[in-house]
């Protein structure tokens, strides 16, 4: 079964905590891509990387970081610095054009 | 700095009605322009998508319009369907840093299809 799966679904976080949210995918795709969803806000890129050991910021990459050590996995961790984390984080992948395709999400709401 | 304004934001349309979302961007740089489909709680689905040499293309239901020399393109939904309610994003994609293509997306526009 070919996809990206995003763990978790939903996650909740105390201020001050870091955490990490999971994206992976089995399509042997080499970019990989974060993105934030806000209501009315569209999608905004957070980190992407084309290559294993190698990504670059985006848009909005503060308070946030990312590690490619294998192919199929770019985990984002969403760090205390961030003061607004509460959104929807979706991850993407492409195999290498400009088409990309999407993981189901992970809801990530600050107590 | 917005490069990729999307409108309406919302849209309600009759079953059977025909639903048209409207984008402009204004990087000439700019060379593949998608559109994805979103669900409450999912993912962004990939449903059509068009390149600035051509003006216009079908699948199905939906079409895209492209005028290159204002800088827009459209969504069409022929015969609307309740099924279609959904959330809507353009965007348009360009080659950036590091070799890779990055995607730049519209505010989206949630359509309300009423039987």
């Known amino acids: 079964d070919g996809g990206i799966t995003q763990s978790p679904k939903y996650l909740f976080r105390k201020e001050g905590q870091n955490v990490t949210l999971s994206c992976e995918q089995n399509?042997?795709?080499?970019?990989m891509y974060w993105y934030r969803q806000d209501p009315g806000q569209g999608l905004r890129l957070i980190y992407y990387?084309?290559?294993?050991?190698?990504?670059q910021k985006g848009d909005i990459a503060e308070g946030y970081s990312v590690s490619r050590e294998k192919k199929e996995s770019f985990p984002l961790t969403v760090t205390s610095a961030q003061k607004n984390p509460t959104a929807f984080y979706l991850c993407?992948?492409?195999?290498?054009?400009?088409?990309?395709?999407f993981g189901p999400g992970t809801r990530l709401t600050v107590l | 700095q917005q490069q990729v304004k999307q409108s309406p934001q919302s849209l309600i349309v009759q079953k059977g009605g025909i639903s048209i979302i409207n984008c402009a961007y204004e990087?000439?740089?700019?060379?593949?322009f998608p559109w994805y489909q979103q669900f409450p709680g999912k993912g962004p689905a990939l449903l059509i998508a068009?390149?600035?040499?051509?003006s216009e293309k079908k699948e199905g239901r939906f079409t895209i319009s492209f005028n290159k020399s204002a800088k827009q393109f459209s969504l069409h939904i022929m015969d609307s369907q309740p099924g279609d309610s959904a959330t809507y994003f353009c965007?348009?994609?360009?080659?950036?840093?590091?070799?890779?293509?990055?995607?730049?997306f519209g505010k989206g526009t949630k359509l309300s299809v009423i039987p």
């Open positions: 993407a992948s492409s195999p290498g054009s400009d088409t990309q395709y």
């Open positions: 399509l042997n795709h080499d970019a």
């Open positions: 068009i390149r600035p040499d051509v």
């Open positions: 990387s084309q290559i294993v050991n190698d990504f």
């Open positions: 990087n000439t740089a700019f060379d593949y």
């Open positions: 965007a348009a994609s360009m080659l950036g840093g590091a070799g890779s293509y990055q995607l730049t």
